[in-house]
């Protein structure tokens, strides 16, 4: 089993549409990343989170660090959000980066 | 503030060349992440440094692949032979020196071995 489990893997939205990816981790952590990466490779981290919530703009990020569960919402979804969401973990022991698979996000026009 | 940077973006060799990766963290950062991350898959780690000593190269095929942080600051990734297998995009990325310190991405290397 991995250590960092998202779910769903694949997400078709039609736009407009509200968004939620999920995130359940196994480890003791001393922080949760929520990251984007678009077709061309690059990632880009959009929250860190050690505990509650952080917004910005549309996107959403919340943390139960005693389920060990985040959730990434975007809400009024656009085309241009469509791309690979990641979720990742700093071991607490560690501090190694744990990645979770990723969930591939297409919203349509 | 200048993010990390890594060269090159793309890179095509033949199977049994050798190829180099670099990558230059954010000032100050003092560990570095190189990850593999195979098409459809997550990020793999392959090695991370803290400062110019390393803290996990476990999953580094060191067969073949060898990484190195001079001076604790940028750091180069090699892989010689190269494999079929080895096709993949090559992530850097860097965070401060403290536990939970966010972490900042490159651009990958994209690597196809034909």
């Known amino acids: 089993k991995n250590e960092v489990e998202q779910s769903p893997q694949n997400l078709t939205a039609q736009e407009g549409e509200f968004i939620t990816i999920n995130c359940s981790y196994s480890?003791?952590?001393?922080?949760l990343h929520w990251l984007q990466q678009h077709p061309g490779g690059g990632i880009v981290s959009l929250f860190m989170?050690?505990?509650g919530k952080k917004k910005h703009g549309r996107l959403i990020a919340t943390i139960n660090i005693q389920e060990k569960h985040s959730s990434l919402h975007i809400t009024a979804s656009h085309p241009r959000d469509s791309a690979v969401y990641i979720c990742a973990v700093n071991n607490w022991a560690t501090d190694k980066l744990i990645f979770g698979t990723g969930t591939r996000l297409q919203v349509f026009p | 503030e200048a993010g990390v940077a890594q060269s090159p973006r793309y890179k095509i060799i033949e199977k049994r060349q050798s190829v180099a990766f670099w990558c230059n963290p954010i000032s100050g950062h003092a560990t570095l992440y190189w990850y593999q991350q195979i098409l459809g898959q997550g990020p793999k780690l392959l090695i991370q440094?803290?400062?110019?000593?390393?803290?996990?190269d476990s999953q580094l095929p060191k067969d073949r692949f060898s990484a190195e942080r001079l001076k604790g600051v940028d750091s180069t990734l090699k892989i010689q032979p190269a494999k079929l297998e080895d096709s993949a995009v090559y992530l850097c990325a860097s965070s401060p020196p403290r536990q939970g310190g966010e972490a900042f991405f490159g651009q990958g290397t994209r690597l196809t071995v034909v």
């Open positions: 440094f803290q400062n110019n000593g390393v803290v996990d």
């Open positions: 989170l050690s505990s």
């Open positions: 480890v003791g952590i001393s922080a």
